[in-house]
Structures are given as C-alpha cells and as structure tokens.
C-alpha cells in the first residue's frame, strides 16, 4: 500500500533552534519526494523536491535528505524563525503521469516560540 | 507574483444544498486540480482537469462532484447535495505542465461547513 508517514506530529521548538522532521514512506515505484509549507489558513508552497538521485538538496534554512534505499527524507530548518511556524508535508509521487499518483503525509506542525 | 484563488473563503451550508466552490488558477497554467483535506487528515486528491475534460478523478469524486471551467479563468467544484462529511478545506491548484514531476500551485482554500 502506498502510504507516508511522518513524525513527529507536533513539535515546539525556540526561536533560533534547529529542528528535523522525518517523513517515511512506502510509494513505489518512487518518482519523486517533495517537502511543502502550509501556513494556518493557506494553500501548501513547495519548498524542495527531490529525485531519486539527489539526497540532499537545500532552500536557504530548509534542508531537505532523502535516502531512497531506506525510503526515509528530513527537512532540516537551521535557526528557526517565528515565521517558521507552519504545518510541513511531505508528498511522495509513483511514477506515471497523473495527480493521482501524489501521496500526501499529515504533516507535522511546527510552532517556533521566542 | 502570479497565484492561485480562491472564493469564497469560507462557505457554511445546510445538509442536501448544492454548493460551488471557485478558484482562479494561474493564467497561464494548464493542468487543474480539486483536493479536499478533513479537519487532522492528509490532503486527498479529487480531480484533475486538462483540455476542457477531467484527465483523472479519485474514488471520492462520486456522481456528487463535478468540475466546470466556464471561462477561460475560473474553474469551480460543485457538489450537488452536500453530506456532513464533505465538511473540510477544498483546495485548488494549477500547474504548467501534468506529471508528478512539475509543481503544483495551490490556492488558499475554501473552508466548507455542512450543517
């Protein structure tokens, strides 16, 4: 079944610390691993993608891994803002042509305190 | 910078009424989706749209659901007698190109409440 996964569900950090969210995931045959931001009351913005050649691949303080072998990715935020605040999700697509083949974790959300 | 709207914002409505959702996508965009995302669950894929026809839809998109693009800029979800579970935030989004490959851009949402 394809299925991702994340964790961990919420996290509050400080503002200024760094943080890392996991996403697992069983979609197969991969394609491509795609991190979004949703703000509260907002569509979902792509932060990073990546292939099944890349593993790491960086968007100013977001830094996105993917070991495709263990079928695992990060995003890693350096220096956490309060702008930061945010639900992040991971989305796997399967290979082939069409919006059905996009899987969506639940995200996690992530509140920067100062 | 271009991007994807939506209206209204939020839309409360009685059990059985027919609604239509409206988004504006990106002008020059080709390829448009609906999802739908229940209060503390995933982002669920509804429809995706090229060429004046819908290229795939999901198991969710029953004979209650339909899309429209009237024009050339608006492209509406209408649900013709609304459940309680059709209660969540719909989004629509735009891209340039199909695939899994291109970016989607997604809209803010419309919150719908059925009562």
């Known amino acids: 079944k394809n299925q991702v996964e994340q964790s961990p569900q919420s996290l509050i950090i400080l503002e200024g610390k760094n943080c890392t969210l996991q996403?697992?995931?069983?979609?197969?045959?991969?394609?491509?691993l795609r991190w979004y931001k949703q703000d509260t009351g907002r569509g979902p913005v792509s932060l990073t993608i990546?292939?099944?050649?890349?593993n790491t691949k960086s968007n100013g303080r977001y830094t996105a891994t993917l070991d495709a072998d263990t079928k695992q990715s990060s995003l890693h935020i350096t220096a956490s803002q309060l702008s930061d605040s945010a639900s992040y999700i991971c989305v796997v697509s399967r290979q082939g042509a069409g919006a059905n083949n996009l899987f969506f974790g639940t995200g996690t959300r992530l509140t920067v305190i100062p | 910078e271009p991007e994807v709207t939506q209206t209204p914002s939020h839309q409360v409505t009685q059990m059985g009424q027919e609604v239509i959702l409206r988004c504006v996508p990106i002008?020059?965009?080709?390829?448009f989706y609906w999802y739908r995302q229940i209060l503390g669950q995933k982002v669920e894929f509804l429809v995706s749209f090229y060429n004046n026809e819908i290229s795939e839809k999901s198991e969710i998109f029953d004979d209650q659901f339909s899309v429209e693009r009237p024009d050339g800029s608006n492209f509406t979800l209408k649900i013709r007698s609304t459940k309680l579970e059709d209660s969540a935030m719909y989004f629509c989004?735009?891209?340039?190109?199909?695939?899994?490959?291109?970016?989607?851009?997604f809209g803010p949402g419309t919150r719908l409440t059925v009562l």
């Open positions: 996403c697992n995931y069983t979609v197969s045959p991969f394609s491509n």
């Open positions: 989004a735009s891209s340039d190109l199909g695939g899994g490959y291109n970016e989607q851009f």
């Open positions: 990546m292939t099944f050649s890349e």
């Open positions: 002008s020059n965009h080709l390829y």
